[in-house]
């Protein structure tokens, strides 16, 4: 097992470092099925940290990156990953893997092995996800074939090691995801034993929001030689954006748009729509109007995607009309401001989208038009950021009386807290976390559809964030066993 220490730092000024900006997927050096299933996913550029962790990675080093959800980490370490295991395919035999990666809940391994899925179709390598909660007999069969990609709880995989379905002497790339919330769940006893049941000339990734001591650690005994790469999520201060809102009826949206776009102040604007089809449409409505626009989405190929970022970028054009999901990724500075034509089904959107504009520093304009079916999706942006926005013309007459008290937090913290925290799984209009506030509002407007009781809820959660269970026999009989669906003893998370 290595234990060196020795952590290396991007220089501030290689391009790989300048946060993606201009950098390619293809320049990062990527192969062509994997640029082919980029571009049917819509990713238009790589993230900070993609930029920095794929040519790194590509090399065959150690890596220590310190990311949380929402960066662009699962592509950041499954892309190289895929690459690698396409360029020396072997065949490992039965119940054998070439690589692990580690995953602290059910929800996060699903994740992953969705992602494998979307970057490697074109590559024929075979995964599996193990998780605890279900049956094992699919694991174990899957498995029994040998595969190149494993991605396992903890929990199950030590009972899978234990009754022998899966050996890890073929292991030659780990990959151990939120090692911070491995170490808060009491796993981190489990994954040193796995990871000391690998072989030791291995390339290994861990990835960890946070760096207390016993995950700075677990990283110099694991790691060899690591990169270590460092992004901070985007910190959105929404405090330092002008919001306004229009209560205007759908079919005026349009014009308000187009007359908005009178004033020369607006001079670099992306609008947000929640669908590619309204994308194009407004695009076109606006050059029609003889606003110089264009429409970035996911029916567009990946050029024409370029072309319209680099126009708008270069100043060529002065309204990207964006999806959501198009918009990710995409760093441009000097937005003057941010419309959303439609404003998003989740409040996290919203702050996600103004904080294009009021980057690096500027203060920014993000302007939203709304009318009468987006209300609730108001109050919800208005809860979560703990701001009013500026109502610019007339109230709606028949509003809420909800919207003239104060605005309340709902107990989910502020919104700067919220962007940098990993997102919860939250159905779409469900109750579920917020405060007593928003649920009574729900429960009153019928908003909610009979919340589970509060027993029955825990449970759910906790089945949902255990790894599944453990045994306590065979090889690893040592550790600490966890029945099913109880909480590990928790550890004090060190600061
Ligand atoms: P992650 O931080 O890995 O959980 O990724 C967060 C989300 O960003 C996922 O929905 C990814 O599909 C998406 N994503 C990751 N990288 C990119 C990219 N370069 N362009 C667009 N979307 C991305």
């Known amino acids: 097992m290595n234990t060196s220490t020795q952590t290396n730092d991007i220089p501030e000024n290689t391009p790989a470092a300048s946060e993606g900006k201009g950098v390619t997927f293809t320049a990062l050096g990527l192969a062509e099925p994997?640029?082919?299933?980029?571009?049917?996913?819509?990713?238009?550029?790589?993230?900070?940290?993609?930029?920095?962790?794929?040519?790194?990675?590509l090399k065959g080093r150690d890596m220590l990156g310190i990311a949380q959800t929402g960066t662009g980490k699962t592509a950041a370490f499954s892309l190289p990953l895929l690459q690698r295991l396409a360029e020396n395919r072997e065949h490992v035999g039965p119940k054998a893997t070439r690589a692990l990666i580690l995953a602290p809940t059910r929800e996060l391994a699903v994740q992953i092995g969705d992602a494998l899925k979307v970057y490697g179709r074109q590559l024929k390598l075979r995964h599996t996800v193990i998780l605890g909660g279900v049956s094992q007999h699919g694991q174990v069969r899957a498995l029994s074939r040998g595969l190149d990609i494993v991605v396992a709880t903890p929990g199950r995989l030590m009972d899978l090691l234990?009754?022998?379905?899966?050996?890890?002497?073929?292991?030659?790339?780990l990959?151990?995801?939120?090692?911070?919330?491995?170490?808060?769940?009491?796993?981190?006893?489990?994954?040193?034993k796995i990871v000391a049941a690998l072989p030791a000339r291995r390339q290994s990734l861990l990835f960890s929001a946070t760096m207390p001591p016993e995950v700075a650690?677990?990283?110099?005994?694991?790691?060899?030689?690591?990169?270590?790469?460092e992004v901070t999520p985007q910190k959105v201060t929404v405090e330092r954006i002008a919001q306004s809102v229009h209560h205007v009826a759908t079919a005026q949206k349009r014009a308000l748009l187009v007359s908005l776009m009178q004033d020369p102040a607006l001079k670099r604007v992306i609008v947000f729509t929640r669908t590619k089809h309204r994308a194009n449409r407004v695009a076109e409505q606006l050059q029609?109007?003889?606003?110089?626009?264009?429409?970035?989405?996911?029916?567009?190929?990946?050029?024409?995607?370029?072309?319209?970022?680099?126009?708008?970028?270069?100043?060529?054009?002065?309204?990207?009309?964006?999806?959501?999901?198009?918009?990710?990724?995409?760093d441009v500075s000097d937005v003057t401001h941010v419309i959303n034509y439609e404003l998003p089904n989740e409040p996290e959107s919203y702050v996600h989208r103004i904080g294009r504009t009021a980057r690096a520093g500027a203060d920014g304009t993000a302007i939203s038009l709304c009318d009468g079916s987006e209300r609730a999706l108001l109050r919800d942006i208005e809860r979560l950021t703990r701001q009013r926005l500026t109502v610019i013309g007339d109230e709606p007459a028949n509003d809420n009386p909800e919207r003239s008290r104060p605005v309340r937090g709902r107990g989910r913290g502020n919104a700067e807290a919220k962007t940098q925290r990993p997102p919860r799984k939250r159905s779409r209009r469900s109750t579920q976390g917020r405060g007593k506030a928003a649920k009574t509002e729900a429960a009153k407007s019928g908003e909610s559809k009979s919340p589970a009781p509060k027993a029955k809820r825990l449970k759910k959660k906790r089945a949902k964030t255990q790894g599944g269970d453990t045994s306590g026999h065979g090889p690893f009989k040592g550790r600490r066993s966890a029945p099913k669906n109880t909480n590990r003893p928790r550890r004090p998370r060190a600061a």
């Open 175 to 192: 990959v151990l995801d939120e090692a911070d919330r491995m170490l808060d769940m009491g796993f981190i006893r489990d994954v040193r």
């Open 34 to 57: 994997l640029l082919r299933a980029l571009d049917a996913a819509q990713y238009v550029t790589p993230t900070p940290i993609q930029a920095q962790a794929i040519p790194v990675l």
């Open 217 to 229: 650690k677990l990283a110099a005994d694991m790691l060899h030689n690591p990169q270590r790469i």
């Open 162 to 173: 234990e009754q022998r379905h899966l050996r890890l002497d073929k292991v030659s790339h």
């Open 288 to 330: 029609k109007a003889g606003v110089t626009a264009d429409a970035i989405h996911g029916n567009k190929s990946q050029n024409a995607r370029q072309r319209a970022l680099d126009a708008f970028r270069k100043g060529r054009v002065r309204v990207l009309v964006a999806t959501d999901i198009a918009a990710r990724g995409i």
